[in-house]
């Protein structure tokens, strides 16, 4: 089994301790770094949840009416690409492990697992169209999450969601990481501000359950902030 445990000298964890419980995110929690991480619990309280849900309802339904037009431009793009639906629909898993349908734009060719099976993307992965690998690099295949998000089956911040047969996979391989499903799935976390498509799935949890650790409200801002600048720079 991996582990995401990572360990270092008491003095440089309390350094880095004090500077995970700043406002806002400063640096990336490295995971060379840090200390080693263990969720015991997870209890926030009942009002810190209904404002991160309220907060979900409003900036969801505010994207999906600011972003329209942008929507809208990508459909039309990739119905012009290749042939096959403009969205795509895949099972994941939410919070304890619950699944949902997850709507994403099309960004590989229609069918891509027909003859392969249940297969992870590649960095080169030949499936991938010429408009999905735009999409891609700067996240708009995600736009369509807004829905998932105001339907209340995802968060705008929280662990990425995963699909059924990796979570089997990781949670017999990666120490901890049904932990992670604490939380409803995000739109965006530090595993995904920090991380990548292709980062590894001990690497991932070992920044979600950091991100669990030092759950807030004002976490949560700065990673939205943080994405936002991450997507326009």
Not at 139 to 150: A, I, T
Not at 206 to 233: C, E, P, V
């Amino acid at each position: 089994m991996v582990s995401v445990n990572k360990t270092v000298p008491h003095s440089m964890r309390t350094k880095t301790d004090r500077r995970a419980d700043c406002f806002p995110i400063e640096e990336p929690p490295s995971l060379h770094t840090l200390t080693s991480i263990w969720l015991d619990t997870f209890s926030p309280s009942r009002w810190t949840m209904f404002v991160k849900r309220s907060a979900d309802i409003f900036f969801s339904l505010f994207g999906l009416i600011l972003c329209a037009p942008v929507l809208l431009l990508c459909a039309v793009v990739i119905r012009l690409d290749s042939p096959g639906p403009v969205f795509y629909r895949q099972e994941r898993l939410t919070r304890n492990e619950q699944p949902f349908q997850i709507y994403k734009f099309r960004t590989m060719i229609h069918e891509a697992e027909k003859d392969t099976g249940c297969i992870l993307a590649s960095v080169d992965d030949p499936r991938i169209t010429h408009v999905g690998k735009l999409l891609r690099a700067v996240h708009l295949d995600e736009l369509p999450q807004l829905f998932n998000v105001l339907k209340g089956e995802m968060s705008l911040v929280g662990p990425r969601p995963e699909r059924p047969h990796f979570v089997k996979e990781y949670k017999k391989t990666v120490n901890q990481y049904q932990r992670r499903f604490s939380v409803r799935a995000g739109m965006t976390g530090v595993a995904q501000v920090y991380g990548h498509y292709y980062t590894n799935a001990a690497d991932k949890t070992f920044y979600d359950l950091w991100y669990l650790n030092h759950f807030s409200i004002w976490q949560d801002i700065a990673l939205i902030g943080m994405t936002a600048k991450r997507l326009l720079g």
